[in-house]
């Protein structure tokens, strides 16, 4: 697979990804360990998984979990990416449109980095990788939050990673928002919540947000 890469973003994962084109980004630290550092969870599912990276960076810390994609030609890299990776919890990769999901036991986490812009608005990629990615196509921002919000188990919890221009098109109980750098806000969404949302800010040097990152790197304990 010449036109692929293999990375190894944690201790015994690795990610097979485009050699150019789309590949994941620090956004996927940020959302994973922004969502665990409130406590680990016992299962996932990760919509819009792509490579895959948010649910083999979440079996690596135990956390079973499941990505969802709905383009096939991630399939080859898939194969690829489970073949190499050796985590404590199970994980799995699975082609479907959030719109159509097989049925699903109820999960304590779901994770999101969904498209960044709306449908027919931004730079178009010439990559169909990419553009994938960057632009929405069959499921709108909101259709992720209602999708993630209908997979949870009670007490469960959905983190999104979204522009900080569409944070407030979000429509759910939201409990965290963690505004980083200049562009991107996580947010996180508790069914049953009906309070102000707890906000915090920092640049993408910020400890907080290091630490989530080395969390991974290092293998860092539960608080």
């Known amino acids: 697979m010449s036109d692929t890469t293999l990375d190894q973003p944690a201790p015994g994962v690795w990610i097979c990804q485009p050699r150019r084109g789309f590949r994941y980004g620090a956004e996927a630290f940020w959302v994973t360990g922004f969502a665990t550092e409130v406590g680990a969870p016992a299962s996932a599912v990760d919509l819009g998984t792509g490579s895959g990276i948010m649910a083999a960076l979440l079996a690596r810390l135990g956390v079973g979990c499941t990505g969802f994609e709905q383009r096939p030609e991630w ?19 699975e082609q479907a449109d959030i719109s159509a999901l097989p049925a699903v036991a109820p999960v304590d986490l ?17 990559d ?19 999708t993630a919000l209908g997979l949870l188990r ?41 309070g102000e949302p707890e906000r915090w800010a920092g640049a993408e040097s910020d400890p907080r947000v290091i630490g989530w990152t080395r969390r991974f790197r290092e293998l860092m304990p539960w608080p």
């Open 75 to 93: 399939a080859d890299c898939w194969a690829e990416t489970r073949a190499r990776t050796r985590t404590p919890a199970a994980f799995s990769l």
């Open 110 to 126: 779901v994770v999101a980095n969904p498209p960044f812009f709306p449908a027919a608005t931004g730079p178009v990629a010439s």
């Open 128 to 146: 169909p990788w990419r553009r994938a990615a960057r632009t929405e196509s069959s499921a709108t921002l909101q259709d992720f939050v209602a």
């Open 154 to 194: 009670p007490g469960g919890r959905a983190v999104l990673v979204v522009p900080r221009a569409r944070e407030a098109e979000i429509v759910g109980p939201v409990r965290r928002v963690a505004q980083v750098g200049a562009v991107r806000s996580l947010v996180e969404l508790v069914p049953g919540w009906l």
